[in-house]
């Protein structure tokens, strides 16, 4: 699985958007882009996964290059609540081994 | 949405005894677990992959007689720490994916924080 890049830390202020990067510049063509966020103390919790168009969910955006190598995850109003550690993993598709890297700590401040 | 949990959420046990955390998919079937440590400040670490039936797979550096895997049905997990010392405190958390599941990610639960003393 391709590994992936990440900065150590963000600040974001409430209320705006947080632009979450990672390089994954190694990725190859049937490696998914998955993102998880995990909370203080608690597990991982899925946030929103894509292969090559960009994606939209309820939490998030995904924003992907065209030539995949790195890819942005959009939290389009970053409330307190989504102070988290975020991690951005690649994996192949069929496979399920999880490796983390080491995460963007995101800090939301009032 | 599909549910992973995890019992104890935390245990304090003393240098030498074994701890048992167990791993439960609540509303779907999981052939396939996977087990990962964390401490403090640093990122998951993947230790091994549960499947049902059969012996775990360990990662490298992993010791299998030391962090005993048990995959007895398709809803439960089981990860043993035997003869536990201070430095197997830890948070450890295992996942599990929904094959039924439409997006294919993987279910984690909430952990269970083992302090050694």
């Known amino acids: 699985d391709a590994k992936t890049t990440q900065p150590p830390s963000m600040d974001c202020a409430e209320g705006r958007a947080a632009n979450l990067p990672c390089n994954h510049s190694?990725?190859?063509?049937?490696?998914?882009v998955y993102w998880y966020r995990q909370i203080h103390s608690q597990g991982p919790q899925y946030i929103i996964h894509g292969l090559k168009n960009n994606e939209t969910n309820e939490m998030a955006s995904l924003i992907i290059t065209e030539d995949r190598k790195s890819s942005t995850l959009i939290l389009p109003h970053a409330t307190l609540r989504d102070t988290a550690v975020y991690y951005c993993i690649s994996l192949a598709s069929g496979t399920y081994k999880y490796i983390f890297g080491t995460g963007t700590r995101l800090k939301v401040l009032a | 949405g599909a549910v992973v949990s995890q019992h104890p959420s935390r245990v304090i046990c003393k240098s030498g005894t074994s701890v048992k955390i167990e791993c439960r998919s609540l509303d779907f079937q999981a052939t396939t677990m996977f087990w990962y440590r964390q401490f403090p400040k640093q990122s998951l670490m993947l230790m091994a992959t549960?499947?049902?039936?059969?012996?775990?797979?360990?990662e490298q550096g992993v010791e299998k007689d030391k962090f005993l895997i048990n995959h007895a049905s398709l809803t439960l997990s089981t990860l043993t720490v035997t003869s536990a010392h201070p430095e197997d405190s830890s948070f450890y958390i295992c996942s599990a994916r929904d094959p039924g599941g439409l997006t294919g990610e993987l279910f984690f639960g909430e952990g269970s924080r083992l302090t050694v003393l």
């Open positions: 549960s499947n049902e039936g059969s012996k775990a797979t360990y």
């Open positions: 190694t990725i190859s063509g049937n490696e998914y």
